[in-house]
């Protein structure tokens, strides 16, 4: 089927002609016909295969039919870049009229926010964090939401927005059209749909495999610190026009791959969450039109960057999930073109190559390694010059050091000599030695330290003095209900001695050096000191 057979608006057909969309896709052609009849819709099919347009073109074609004005269209998705990529979709659809998308995620200002609320923008797309934030304000109203789209709803729930996704949905009419997106049918989809969603359609194009044939997937051996400079090396080697995207587990070594990969000239940006919202839309947008040939990035990205032309994706590491090894090599042959994935594989990655050789019923594809690509390419190389990554470091990380010479964020601690150590300190009184440790009056912070020996002894001889009281007997650990605390206070300060304990001498026969003889003397002579248990238990009247 092509879009010119569909019965939408005349200025949307004009943007497809421009962009050169002619054929729809199987999730296209099964669901915007129910979509445009008002149909609620439970649709089914893996990642790449065109559901963004899928939802977009009805909601599209009603409010350029019908002009409304305000919100009226609400789409939910999981992370920050699948909005960006849904909000930049709807206005493409929306070139040729007045109507407004707006985006509402975490880490953007508050404010703009605000004021697409102010301007009544048609269609929100958001992340149900920052929607809710809007609710609660009361700055936000949903009762005139006439389109409700949950999008990844699997992604959504494994992320624990389910409860999120209830009271969103709540605030919205009952009348409104619903349609659901998911790559897997779980049961929070399956529940949600059967409570919220009425007579839906349901729309399923999931095929016997995993991932589409059109991606030619390899797998290499390679030792941890083997990895870097092979990756360098095919980079350097590779002629196929494109875009190419390098996947990580750890997002400390974006910045590490990208480094390196500048250093040989390969154009080449990170994203991960140690960057603000700001630049990571930023980034992204500079990678879609070319400005950076190669995009490094965490598992934070793998659902929401939706470029035409990625020919390679790499996985520097093989992801902890196995759903993740699908979704990052997603990122290419996408719209019905063909791919290629390479994966590393090192010493570390062997759990995780199991589970997804298990995951997707087939053996991965060995490449033979090349042995002159273990080691950096030697030469000289004209660095590529990108924007800085490390900007936005850990909190603690910047942190000045106690015993460095700190005086900002940007500084670095420098050595000092031994003779200036305290020249910027005020001279100070010496004391004699013996006054060391002698304790000072305690102030609001905090107390001189005392010698540890010292205040052991001074400890141990309260314990003694406690514990060998004969007296503690007759401690009473709560005042009765007649007398009060301050007299219950005296009392058992009256009856506690402040008198050291002196541990009695043992009394047996210092000639007798037999272990048997000594332990004889000590039990006819000695009488057996109270036990520290017993002393204790009677404390609390036992």
């Not at 939401?145 to 009419?173: N, T």
């Not at 924007?387 to 942190?399: D, I, S, V």
Request: a positive charge.
């Amino acid at each position: 089927m092509k879009f010119d057979e569909l019965n939408i608006h005349e200025s949307m057909l004009r943007v497809f002609k421009e962009i050169g969309y002619v054929e729809l896709t199987p999730i296209q052609e099964k669901s915007i016909p129910f979509g445009l009849e008002g149909r609620d819709i439970t649709g089914l099919a893996q990642t790449g295969t065109g559901k963004t347009l899928a939802f977009l073109i009805p909601i599209v074609n009603k409010i350029l039919n019908e002009n409304p004005v305000g919100p009226v269209a609400l789409i939910l998705a999981p992370t920050r870049e699948l909005v960006m990529q849904i909000c930049e979709e709807a206005k493409r659809l929306l070139k040729y009229s007045d109507k407004k998308v707006a985006s509402f995620i975490g880490g953007t200002d508050y404010k703009e926010q605000l004021q697409d609320i102010e301007d009544k923008t048609e269609i929100i797309v958001a992340t149900p964090g920052r929607l809710i934030d809007h609710i609660k304000s009361g700055k936000l109203s949903l009762s005139n939401i006439s389109f409700f789209v949950l999008d990844e709803a699997d992604r959504m729930f494994d992320m624990g927005f389910i409860k999120d996704i209830r009271y969103v949905m709540k605030k919205c009419p009952d009348n409104k059209q619903v349609m659901l997106f998911s790559a897997t049918l779980s049961y929070y989809v399956i529940r949600l749909a059967s409570e919220y969603l009425r007579d839906p359609v349901e729309v399923s194009i999931e095929s016997d495999k995993v991932v589409t044939d059109n991606i030619d997937q390899k797998l290499i051996h390679l030792g941890r610190d083997e990895k870097l400079p092979y990756l360098v090396n095919m980079i350097l080697q590779d002629t196929e026009e494109g875009l190419g995207i390098i996947f990580t587990n750890l997002k400390v070594m974006v910045p590490e791959i990208v480094h390196r990969l500048s250093k040989f000239g390969i154009p080449a940006t990170g994203i991960s969450s140690l960057l603000d919202q700001k630049k990571r839309v930023r980034l992204l947008k500079d990678f879609k039109f070319g400005k950076y040939k190669y995009m490094v990035a965490t598992d934070v990205a793998s659902r929401g960057i939706d470029v035409d032309n990625i020919k390679v994706v790499y996985n520097y590491d093989l992801p902890m999930d196995t759903e993740n090894y699908v979704h990052r090599i997603g990122r290419t042959a996408r719209a019905g073109k063909k791919g290629r994935s390479v994966s590393f594989c090192s010493e570390r990655d062997y759990a995780e190559l199991e589970k997804i050789e298990k995951f997707l019923g087939d053996k991965l594809s060995t490449i033979q390694v090349e042995e002159t690509f273990l080691k950096f390419p030697e030469g000289e190389f004209t660095a590529f010059v990108g924007e800085k990554l490390r900007e936005a470091a850990p909190a603690n990380q910047n942190k000045p050091n106690r015993n460095s010479n700190y005086k900002g964020k940007n500084s670095f601690p420098t050595k000092r000599n031994k003779d200036d150590r305290y020249k910027d300190e005020k001279p100070k009184t010496e004391r004699p030695r013996d006054d060391k440790y002698k304790k000072s009056k305690p102030n609001n912070f905090m107390k001189e330290a005392i010698n540890p020996l010292e205040e052991a002894k001074l400890y141990l001889q309260k314990a003694d003095s406690f514990l060998g009281s004969e007296k503690l007997k007759t401690v009473q650990t709560h005042p009765s209900k007649k007398e009060t605390h301050a007299q219950h206070k005296e009392k058992v300060t009256r009856v506690t001695p402040n008198k050291p304990y002196e541990p009695k001498a043992q009394n047996y026969d210092k000639s007798k050096r037999n272990l048997f003889d000594i332990n004889e003397a000590n039990q006819n002579d000695v009488k057996k000191p109270a036990s520290i248990w017993k002393k204790i238990k009677s404390l609390f009247g036992r």
